[in-house]
């Protein structure tokens, strides 16, 4: 191996990346219904969403992925898609979105669409047809005769994720056919190879269309054995509706779906010249990481559901997050890039599981990490769970838990889902008629845009200190990273030859203090001494005030205190130029050891 390529090994290693738009980018997420209100008709709409475009601005995010906005009878809030190239009459019209897209255009925001490949409606025109036995349609689902041997005349045992047989009877075809997910959802067929392409000319309608990119849903469940056999039990419970008391080997994750989602994404790069991109979202506790990191032989990169997946609240601490960062970045492919999921739709806030006190403090490690960062809508502003009632419920998947669980974990996604709180008029600001779901009182509170916007410190001013500090300095683009952890605090470094950053975050509620001279040593000349450029909101700590100098040796955090550090260099003469090569130099030993090995 040539020094020459070896060198460009190192860059690579450094930067991680080839350079494409997305592979910095953050995305935010936006949940249409939750998000503004246009009309006062309670839900949220594209005009609202249009008509709040500034506010990305102002916050820094560049990309911003909308959640189902299709045309659906609404049986699972727009997964349950009855036509993938129209807009639903509760969110707008075609030329609504045309408009948002102009204008997103017009102030360098990116959309990516939520894509939900793997069902539709039962109200589709497809499913119509395919119910009818009409061609082509016949087989667009996957249909089955009534097998008396087992109870109800199911074909099998499949169970639903929303609890349940995955089987519904068609009294018109006199078959069953299989939903994954509730009765209005059938399961297309993609053994018929007529689905993937009325598929690619979806998505090739909505990047002619302005859209930059997809994030495709629940992926994993592409495809079914075509023997129907029943699955075995999984141990995991005694309850044999739950969907878990199954183990799903004939219904999941067939590698079949690896081959189908690298013609969707080929499919997207196509259309948009090689810009675009795709996420597929595969959230299970059963996908190995290496499962996981399959997903790059056939998209951008699967949302990494780490930080959701494995960590649980009550064993919360630094080396538990560091466990979590390292098992995506030791194991990713080279090359590619990471990316950093706190929380969506279908998850508690993150306020709600580790915390009010740790919300900055994970925005930081999302934000700071190589690669992409994925922001819930709210979750800039420290947005929690809102209470809602049993009568308040509308989630099929909290209605199917019945009243006495339907607010256990995992259960109801409504709490996650209540409107974004912009100000302290009614309703927080998203409407002026009563909202589909509860708003969360503590908008009331200064959990809202226009408070936190007027505070000296909030979690919004973090939020945006935290995405000036990724886009105006390259080494949180092309820099290394390391890591350290103590059981109350995560920390890490982002560092290359002129500079390197620190973030300190104490996930605990008592004070810690942590020995980070480590990072000295990352880079020739680094000085023992930092400056601390951000901080999270609500500390009281004289020796962390923003500006102040502290020794790396030494640090004092504050429970749940998070700080951004920058470590300064010794510099004279001709001393960077210097550091860089002895930079350089330690990393092409190391290229040139792992080579040799």
Same mark, same amino acid.
């Given at each position: 191996?040539?020094?020459?390529?070896?060198?460009?090994?190192?860059?690579?290693?450094?930067?991680?990346?080839?350079?494409?738009?997305? #592979?910095?980018?953050?995305?935010?997420?936006?949940?249409?219904?939750?998000?503004?209100?246009?009309?006062?008709?309670?839900?949220?709409?594209?005009?609202?969403?249009?008509?709040?475009?500034?506010?990305?601005?102002?916050?820094?995010?560049?990309?911003?992925?909308?959640?189902?906005?299709?045309?659906?009878?609404?049986?699972?809030?727009?997964?349950?898609?009855?036509?993938?190239?129209?807009?639903?009459?509760?969110?707008?019209?075609?030329?609504?979105?045309?408009?948002?897209?102009?204008?997103?255009?017009?102030?360098?925001?990116?959309?990516?669409?939520?894509?939900?490949?793997?069902?539709?409606?039962?109200?589709?025109?497809?499913?119509?047809?395919?119910?009818?036995?009409?061609?082509?349609?016949?087989?667009?689902?996957?249909?089955?005769?009534?097998?008396?041997?087992?109870?109800?005349?199911?074909?099998?045992?499949?169970?639903?994720?929303?609890?349940?047989?995955?089987?519904?009877?068609?009294?018109?075809?006199?078959?069953?056919?299989?939903?994954?997910?509730?009765?209005?959802?059938?399961?297309?067929?993609?053994?018929?190879?007529?689905?993937?392409?009325?598929?690619?000319?979806?998505?090739?309608?909505?990047?002619?269309?302005?859209?930059?990119?997809?994030?495709?849903?629940?992926?994993?469940?592409?495809?079914?054995?075509?023997?129907?056999?029943?699955?075995?039990?999984?141990?995991?419970?005694?309850?044999?509706?739950?969907?878990?008391?199954?183990?799903?080997?004939?219904?999941?994750?067939?590698?079949?779906?690896?081959?189908?989602?690298?013609?969707?994404?080929?499919?997207?790069?196509?259309?948009?010249?090689?810009?675009?991109?795709?996420?597929?979202?595969?959230?299970?506790?059963?996908?190995?990481?290496?499962?996981?990191? +399959?997903?790059?032989?056939?998209?951008?990169?699967?949302?990494?559901?780490?930080?959701?997946?494995?960590?649980?609240?009550?064993?919360?601490?630094?080396?538990?997050?560091?466990?979590?960062?390292?098992?995506?970045?030791?194991?990713?492919?080279?090359?590619?890039?990471?990316?950093?999921?706190?929380? &969506?739709?279908?998850?508690?806030?993150?306020?709600?599981?580790?915390?009010?006190?740790?919300?900055?403090?994970?925005?930081?490690?999302?934000?700071?990490?190589?690669?992409?960062?994925?922001?819930?809508?709210?979750?800039?502003?420290?947005?929690?769970?809102?209470?809602?009632?049993?009568?308040?419920?509308?989630?099929?998947?909290?209605?199917?838990?019945?009243?006495?669980?339907?607010?256990?974990?995992?259960?109801?996604?409504?709490?996650?889902?209540?409107?974004?709180?912009?100000?302290?008029?009614?309703?927080?600001?998203?409407?002026?008629?009563?909202?589909?779901?509860?708003?969360?009182?503590?908008?009331?509170?200064?959990?809202?845009? #226009?408070?936190?916007?007027?505070?000296?410190?909030?979690?919004?001013?973090?939020?945006?200190?935290?995405?000036?500090?990724?886009?105006?300095?390259?080494?949180?683009?092309?820099?290394?990273?390391?890591?350290?952890?103590?059981?109350?605090?995560?920390?890490?470094?982002?560092?290359?030859?002129?500079?390197?950053?620190?973030?300190?975050?104490?996930?605990?509620?008592?004070?810690?203090?942590?020995?980070? +001279?480590?990072?000295?040593?990352?880079?020739? &000349?680094?000085?023992?001494?930092?400056?601390? !450029?951000?901080?999270?909101?609500?500390? +009281?700590?004289?020796?962390?005030?923003?500006? &102040?100098? !502290?020794?790396?040796?030494?640090?004092?955090?504050?429970?749940?205190?998070?700080?951004?550090?920058?470590?300064?260099?010794?510099?004279?003469?001709?001393?960077?130029?210097?550091?860089?090569?002895?930079?350089?130099?330690?990393?092409?030993?190391?290229?040139?050891?792992?080579?040799?090995?």
């Amino acid at each position: 191996m040539s020094l020459t390529l070896l060198l460009t090994c190192l860059a690579l290693q450094a930067r991680a990346s080839s350079g494409k738009w997305w #592979e910095q980018t953050t995305v935010y997420q936006i949940y249409p219904r939750s998000f503004q209100d246009s009309d006062d008709d309670g839900t949220g709409d594209l005009a609202g969403i249009t008509s709040r475009l500034d506010h990305l601005v102002d916050i820094g995010v560049e990309t911003f992925w909308l959640s189902p906005i299709y045309k659906s009878p609404m049986a699972d809030f727009g997964y349950d898609i009855s036509d993938y190239v129209d807009v639903d009459p509760i969110f707008g019209t075609l030329e609504d979105f045309e408009n948002l897209s102009k204008e997103a255009k017009k102030r360098n925001l990116r959309i990516v669409m939520d894509f939900v490949p793997n069902h539709s409606s039962n109200e589709h025109e497809w499913f119509l047809k395919s119910e009818q036995k009409e061609e082509p349609y016949t087989d667009y689902y996957i249909w089955k005769d009534r097998n008396e041997s087992n109870p109800g005349g199911f074909p099998n045992n499949w169970l639903s994720v929303f609890r349940g047989p995955a089987w519904e009877w068609s009294e018109t075809r006199q078959q069953f056919y299989y939903h994954a997910f509730t009765k209005e959802q059938p399961d297309l067929n993609y053994w018929n190879p007529v689905i993937i392409q009325e598929m690619k000319d979806v998505l090739k309608f909505w990047t002619d269309r302005g859209v930059d990119g997809f994030r495709m849903d629940a992926v994993p469940f592409l495809f079914e054995d075509l023997e129907f056999k029943d699955e075995p039990l999984s141990g995991k419970t005694e309850d044999p509706e739950d969907y878990n008391y199954l183990s799903h080997i004939y219904t999941w994750n067939f590698p079949e779906v690896i081959d189908v989602l690298a013609e969707f994404t080929e499919s997207v790069k196509e259309n948009t010249n090689g810009e675009g991109f795709v996420m597929v979202e595969a959230l299970s506790e059963d996908l190995t990481t290496e499962d996981m990191m +399959t997903f790059y032989n056939c998209s951008d990169f699967a949302f990494n559901f780490n930080m959701i997946v494995k960590l649980k609240p009550e064993e919360l601490s630094g080396e538990s997050i560091q466990d979590a960062v390292a098992d995506w970045l030791d194991n990713m492919p080279e090359g590619k890039t990471a990316n950093w999921v706190l929380g &969506n739709h279908d998850n508690w806030r993150v306020g709600s599981r580790f915390g009010v006190g740790n919300m900055d403090g994970f925005n930081m490690i999302a934000l700071l990490l190589p690669g992409v960062s994925v922001t819930y809508n709210g979750e800039e502003i420290g947005m929690t769970n809102t209470e809602v009632s049993w009568e308040q419920t509308v989630d099929p998947a909290g209605l199917n838990c019945g009243q006495e669980h339907f607010q256990d974990i995992g259960c109801s996604r409504d709490p996650e889902r209540t409107p974004m709180q912009w100000d302290s008029t009614e309703n927080a600001g998203f409407s002026a008629s009563m909202p589909w779901l509860p708003v969360n009182q503590n908008y009331l509170e200064g959990v809202n845009v #226009e408070a936190q916007t007027a505070a000296k410190e909030s979690h919004l001013s973090v939020y945006k200190q935290l995405t000036t500090l990724r886009k105006t300095e390259s080494v949180f683009a092309n820099g290394f990273t390391d890591l350290f952890s103590t059981i109350p605090i995560f920390a890490f470094a982002r560092y290359d030859p002129q500079v390197t950053y620190i973030t300190a975050v104490n996930v605990k509620g008592e004070e810690a203090r942590a020995d980070l +001279t480590k990072f000295v040593n990352l880079v020739e &000349n680094s000085e023992t001494m930092g400056e601390v !450029v951000i901080r999270s909101s609500g500390v +009281t700590n004289d020796a962390t005030n923003v500006g &102040n100098s !502290v020794e790396l040796d030494n640090i004092l955090l504050t429970g749940y205190e998070a700080i951004v550090i920058k470590l300064g260099r010794y510099t004279s003469g001709s001393g960077v130029v210097q550091g860089s090569l002895a930079f350089i130099g330690i990393h092409f030993v190391i290229l040139l050891l792992n080579w040799l090995n």
